[in-house]
């Protein structure tokens, strides 16, 4: 399957990469990537493929460095993705129970997606909101103290 960004994120990737000297340019591999799974959802084997051409980089090196992120998704993903902190402060506080109320709610296990695409269930580690444990990110959003009414209030305002 061929591969191609708009020109917009062509335009990105290629400022990124302008920025680091020649023999040096694989060091914009986190950003671009980054930029990739913006586009396209996740970062698929072709995906993968088309980074490292731009990057000039061996794919078996892009693929370490992408598995090294659990935040890069190698395949389709649902619109909203929740992932829930397991990390010991959030375990203290809940995490556990809050994953067991969405699996419940959502009637998927982690790492599934609902029928109908609109949200993936993950685990993470620590992702910076020890004090508000439990704590969760839905995208690129923290939610701390969850409790099973802010949960529901939360999901169900997202499309
Ligand atoms: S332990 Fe959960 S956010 Fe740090």
């Given at each position: 399957?061929?591969?191609?960004?708009?020109?917009?994120?062509?335009?990105?990737?290629?400022?990124?990469?302008?920025?680091?000297?020649?023999?040096?340019?694989?060091?914009?591999?986190?950003?671009?990537?980054?930029?990739?799974?913006?586009?396209?959802?996740?970062?698929?084997?072709?995906?993968?493929?088309?980074?490292?051409?731009?990057?000039?980089?061996?794919?078996?090196?892009?693929?370490?460095?992408?598995?090294?992120?659990?935040?890069?998704?190698?395949?389709?993903?649902?619109?909203?993705?929740?992932?829930?902190?397991?990390?010991?402060?959030?375990?203290?506080?809940?995490?556990?129970?809050?994953?067991?109320?969405?699996?419940?709610?959502?009637?998927?296990?982690?790492?599934?997606?609902?029928?109908?695409?609109?949200?993936?269930?993950?685990?993470?580690?620590?992702?910076?909101?020890?004090?508000?444990?439990?704590?969760?990110?839905?995208?690129?959003?923290?939610?701390?103290?969850?409790t099973k009414e802010k949960?529901d209030k939360?999901?169900?305002?997202?499309?």
């Amino acid at each position: 399957m061929a591969v191609e960004l708009t020109a917009e994120t062509a335009r990105k990737c290629e400022e990124i990469i302008g920025r680091y000297p020649e023999g040096w340019k694989e060091a914009a591999i986190l950003p671009v990537l980054h930029l990739v799974q913006k586009e396209w959802g996740y970062v698929s084997l072709e995906g993968l493929k088309y980074v490292s051409q731009l990057l000039g980089m061996p794919a078996a090196r892009a693929a370490g460095v992408m598995s090294f992120y659990p935040m890069f998704h190698k395949a389709p993903v649902g619109r909203h993705i929740i992932q829930v902190c397991s990390t010991l402060s959030c375990a203290l506080c809940g995490a556990e129970e809050v994953v067991d109320y969405l699996k419940e709610k959502l009637k998927i296990e982690v790492g599934e997606t609902t029928g109908d695409g609109r949200f993936t269930l993950e685990k993470a580690e620590c992702i910076a909101a020890c004090e508000g444990g439990p704590a969760i990110r839905i995208n690129d959003e923290l939610h701390r103290y969850l409790t099973k009414e802010k949960l529901d209030k939360m999901l169900d305002g997202l499309e």
